[in-house]
């Protein structure tokens, strides 16, 4: 089996793409078999050639798309058939165009479903982490009231142990309903 390819798509592919499209338009096939046989050459599925097909090469293409449907029509005229015939064909091209197009259309609803998706779980973890940091900015702001206290505290004891020292037993501390020390006279 031959690994089917995901890389990027050359302009030599793309030339390949739109000769062998035009060929099978000129020759009265369908494009879906167009696509069949250059998946085949290029080892890419039909859905992605026909995905690249009518998402970006086919409005490169427009007038010599047209000129092969002339050329068909000429080849037709040319042909002896049966009354009812060339409708016939003309159906079946319409429908196989159709059915490619529901191929595409198919395609890019999957890829849109999968990006919307994907943009909402990352706008539910943008929400999340939004809230994880306003939680986390609160704490901080916490710690710092907290680590500024007690630099306050430990700078109020400093100076309690300088003044113990001074007035060795003639002062006395003791904390009001604040918090704040206060020096008590014996």
């Known amino acids: 089996m031959v690994p089917i390819r995901q890389d990027a798509w050359s302009k030599d592919e793309d030339v390949l793409l739109a000769e062998v499209v035009l060929r099978h338009i000129r020759d009265s096939s369908t ?5 069949e046989e250059v998946g085949k050459t290029l080892s890419r599925t039909p859905a992605a050639c026909g995905f690249r097909w009518n998402s970006l090469i086919r409005k490169q293409y427009e007038a010599a798309i047209a000129l092969a449907k002339k050329q ?5 005229k040319q042909q002896v058939t049966k009354p009812g015939s060339v409708e016939e064909d003309r159906s079946i091209d319409l429908i196989d165009e159709a059915i490619s197009l529901l191929i595409t259309s198919k395609s890019y609803l999957s890829e ?3 990006s919307e998706a994907s943009l909402q779980e990352a706008l539910a973890e943008n929400l999340m982490l939004k809230q994880n ?7 901080y702001l916490t710690v710092q009231e907290d680590y500024q206290s007690l630099l306050e505290i430990m700078e109020k004891a400093r100076k309690m142990v300088i003044f113990q020292e001074e007035d060795a037993g003639s002062l006395r501390f003791q904390m ?7 020096k008590i006279k014996k």
């Open 31 to 35: 494009q879906l078999a167009a696509f």
């Open 72 to 76: 068909r029509k000429e080849q037709k």
């Open 112 to 114: 849109s479903n999968k």
């Open 133 to 139: 940091l306003h939680q986390l900015e609160k704490e």
């Open 176 to 182: 009001d309903a604040n918090g704040n020390l206060e």
